[in-house]
């Protein structure tokens, strides 16, 4: 249980400087190449990368960097991530929802995921930002 709420707790500040700072942060400065790896370990079977890939399981996540949550197109998302989603994907809401999906939008279609391990994120961040 303890952990469970340092868990949000983390979560909860992340978001906060999400949308306090917004996109206007610059991203993580980790490894592409590694967080390629990483992409294709944890995320790859419900996600796409690359431009034009059709959505999976989960939307694609090509130009993820910057974009408003819940915007892309032809994917159907769950009216708790509609409703709830309202920020830019900054670095900190990318790693809030990486490592806590269910606890960022309780009832969001990602909330089975177990969340990208804290060591990782840098990589899987600098990845997903240099997909555009």
Request: hydrophobic fraction near 50%.
């Amino acid at each position: 249980m303890r952990q469970s709420l340092l868990a949000f707790t983390r979560v909860l500040a992340s978001l906060a400087a999400a949308m306090t700072f917004g996109a206007g942060l610059a991203f993580a400065a980790g490894d592409p190449a590694a967080g390629a790896a990483v992409f294709e370990r944890e995320c790859a079977l419900c996600h796409t990368i690359a431009k034009g890939d059709p959505n999976r399981f989960g939307p694609n996540l090509f130009g993820i960097a910057e974009r408003k949550a819940a915007t892309v197109p032809g994917y159907e998302y769950s009216p708790e991530f509609i409703t709830m989603a309202i920020w830019t994907w900054s670095p900190d809401a990318i790693a809030s929802f990486a490592i806590a999906p269910a606890l960022t939008i309780p009832g969001n279609r990602m909330s089975m995921f177990q969340g990208v391990p804290d060591s990782e994120l840098d990589d899987l961040i600098a990845y997903l930002a240099a997909q555009k």
